[in-house]
């Protein structure tokens, strides 16, 4: 009768190039301890990141197989990887498109009955051991020399103390909004020797726009004292197979990998410039103006400051698309930067702003008058609504997510100026960020301000800029 035998994989590949220099890194863990029981890595020449990753998972799946050989159908393998095409791919929820994609997940698929496998996302930070292996395969290969388990550091990279578990975890979906890869991958692990283990393989020794400052939106624009902020085409790898990789980055031989290093070469990531329309008549008295009153236009003042904003785009040079809420605040603000750069303002519902029900015109102050209990609720929880029925935070940000990804997937590589609101911007910087709901209420956003942030194939995000209003100066 087998042995009941619990196992976690965690794996990694990379390329430098995409095609480039390639390696994989897995690692076999006890999950009852944290401790490592087998390493494999290996450089296996020109590749791209996906196949990379994937030569890593058949390593690791290999490795947990060797390492329990009399388990049978009683091994079970929990996978963690930080490539979320692998992860989606293995787990039958993503199509498998590129002819080269295929006899690697067919063969990953084949080491172990599909029922004894089960796969989760990590984050890239939680991946650091496989990545670390991987790259010391790449700098081996780069260096005409041959991965060897007993000069690896790579386990010195790892979390100081894994959790220990008795069971496996449980799976996981990627987050749709931070999500991570070191690499990918191409070929597979040779195969078993006899009873040896696998080339590769080495067994381990012992073995809203609420008020400005911060309320929820344009809202009340009320300060930060007074209450919370407010509140395709995607990349492809040389085959064509969306890849979700970050190739890793290339240091001196023999140099330990710590920390984030050389910035990785992801290629052009789609970056979005998020710029807050100029002030309306609402704006300095700081009254809830979301997407269910007046829809105001800009004031004399909101007029200028749009008209700086499109001077510093205009001298920057940088922004190839425009596209802008459909509220008028919004788009005569977009309009006057187009006309200095001569693009078109494309219109997406999605950036507009939360609609505030029966507190749109109102000041903090006033709807805490009027409408105490409910306000308090509203600012306690992210799926409680304005009175009147108006929108939670929750529904924005499901709205905005949305509009983030096909805007993402529209313009991959290029960058474009979405002209938004308080809500709308603080929710895609949160969402980057992996930040909670009061996050929202803890960021500072001023009328014509701009923010950024870059989503890379892989689906990571960047916030690289966050209220900056040094053009109006």
């Known amino acids: 009768m087998s042995v009941a035998r619990q196992v976690v994989v965690e794996a990694d590949g990379g390329s430098r190039g995409n095609p480039g220099p390639a390696g994989y890194g897995a690692v076999v863990i006890d999950p009852a301890t944290g401790e490592p029981l087998a390493e494999a890595a290996e450089y296996i020449g020109v590749a791209t990141n996906n196949v990379a990753e994937y030569r890593g998972l058949i390593a690791g799946l290999t490795a947990a197989k060797a390492l329990f050989p009399d388990a049978g159908d009683a091994l079970r393998v929990h996978v963690r990887m930080d490539s979320k095409l692998v992860v989606e791919q293995m787990s039958g929820r993503w199509k498998i498109k590129h002819p080269d994609m295929k006899p690697l997940a067919a063969r990953a698929a084949a080491i172990l009955p599909p029922s004894s496998v089960t ?6 930070a939680q991946n650091k051991h496989a990545d670390r292996l991987a790259n010391e395969a ?10 060897e388990a007993s000069a690896s550091t790579a386990a010195l990279d790892a979390p100081s103390a894994r959790t220990p578990s008795t069971t496996l975890p449980p799976v996981q ?17 040779a195969a078993a020797r006899g009873a040896a283990a696998p080339e590769g393989l080495f067994p381990m020794p012992g073995a809203a726009e609420t008020p400005e400052a911060g309320v929820a939106a344009e809202t009340a624009e009320t300060s930060l004292s007074e209450a919370p902020a407010e509140a395709g085409g995607e990349p492809t790898d040389a085959g064509g197979e969306p890849t979700d990789a970050h190739p890793a980055p290339q240091q001196p031989a023999g140099t330990p990998q710590t920390g984030w290093g050389s910035a990785p070469d992801l290629g052009a990531p789609a970056t979005l410039v998020l710029l807050r329309h100029g002030e309306t008549a609402l704006t300095p008295e700081k009254r809830f103006s979301g997407s269910g009153g007046t829809d105001p236009e800009l004031s004399a003042v909101g007029r200028g400051q749009a008209e700086r ?28 930067v187009a006309a200095r750069l001569g693009l078109d303002v494309r219109i997406d519902e999605g950036l507009r702003e939360t609609d505030f ?3 749109e015109g109102l000041t903090f102050g006033e709807v805490r008058e009027r409408y105490g209990d409910d306000l308090t609720a509203w600012l306690a ?7 009147g029925g108006g929108e ?6 499901e709205r905005v997510a949305a509009a983030r990804d096909r805007l993402v997937a529209r313009y991959a590589g290029r960058t474009v100026l979405l002209v938004t609101h308080v809500t709308p911007i603080k929710t895609l910087v949160r969402l980057a960020l992996g930040a909670p709901p009061e996050a929202l209420f803890r960021m500072e956003l001023s009328a014509a301000s701009v923010s950024t942030v870059a989503y890379y194939g892989d689906g990571n995000a960047s916030v690289r800029l966050l209220n900056d209003t040094s053009h109006l100066r």
């Open 309 to 336: 904003a499109a001077e510093h785009f205009a001298a920057l040079g940088t922004v190839q698309e425009i596209v802008s809420s459909p509220l008028r605040r919004c788009r005569g603000t977009a309009a006057a």
């Open 357 to 359: 029900g029966a507190w």
């Open 173 to 189: 979906g990627p987050p749709g909004d931070q999500a991570a890869g070191a690499a990918r991958a191409r070929a597979a692990l």
């Open 119 to 124: 796969y989760e996302w990590i984050p890239r």
């Open 392 to 397: 939670s935070f929750a529904e924005v940000a």
């Open 138 to 147: 790449m700098d081996a290969g780069r260096d005409g020399r041959q991965w």
């Open 381 to 387: 929880s992210p799926d409680t609504a304005p009175t």
